[in-house]
C-alpha cells in the first residue's frame, strides 16, 4: 500500500484538476485498470483510464471543459477520449450488467454506482478504484 499511496500522490496535477472539474459538476470520477495496478506497483502510470457517473454527453462536455481535445469514437459503449497536451484519458460511463432468463450473454447498459461498476470486473486490481479529487480507494470484492 506504501507504493500505491506514494505514486498516486504524485499523480499529474491535471488528472487532480480533472477530478475537481467533475465533482464540482456534481459528478464522480475514479481512476481504474492500469492506472491502479500500476500504483500499487509503485510505477507511475501513463494512461489514465477512468469511470464517471457522468453520461457521454456530459462526460464530452467536462472533458472540453479540461483539454485540448476530445474524441468520442468509443460512445456507444459510454467511452469518451481527452487530451491535455501529452495526457491523455479515456472516461467510461459506468456500467452494469442485465441477464435475460437463460442466457449467459449479458446486456450492458450504463450503471449509477462505482460500486456496481466495480463489481462487474473480474475480482483482482480490475475491480478497485480511485475517487478523484478525493483520492479515496473504492475496493468493493476486497481485492
Given at each position: 500500500m506504501a507504493n500505491a499511496t506514494r505514486t498516486f500522490a504524485a499523480l499529474?496535477?491535471?488528472?487532480?484538476e480533472?477530478?475537481?472539474i467533475f465533482h464540482e459538476a456534481g459528478e464522480?470520477?475514479?481512476l481504474v485498470g492500469g492506472p491502479v495496478r500500476d500504483a500499487f506497483l509503485g510505477v507511475t502510470p501513463h494512461d489514465f483510464d477512468m469511470t464517471t457517473?457522468?453520461?457521454?454527453e456530459r462526460t464530452e462536455e467536462l472533458l472540453a471543459q479540461w483539454g485540448n481535445a476530445t474524441w468520442d469514437i468509443g460512445?456507444?459503449?459510454g467511452t469518451i477520449g481527452g487530451r491535455r497536451g501529452d495526457l491523455i484519458v479515456e472516461v467510461t460511463t459506468?456500467?452494469?450488467d442485465e441477464y435475460e432468463i437463460g442466457s449467459r450473454k449479458p446486456e450492458v447498459t450504463f450503471g449509477d454506482t462505482l460500486?456496481?461498476?466495480l463489481t462487474r470486473r473480474d475480482f483482482t486490481v480490475n475491480a478497485m478504484a480511485m475517487r478523484l479529487p478525493q483520492m479515496a480507494?473504492?475496493?468493493p470484492c476486497g481485492g
Open positions: 499529474p496535477p491535471a488528472i487532480m480533472l477530478g475537481t464522480e470520477l475514479a457517473s457522468a453520461r457521454p460512445k456507444e459503449f459506468y456500467r452494469t460500486e456496481g461498476d480507494l473504492v475496493d
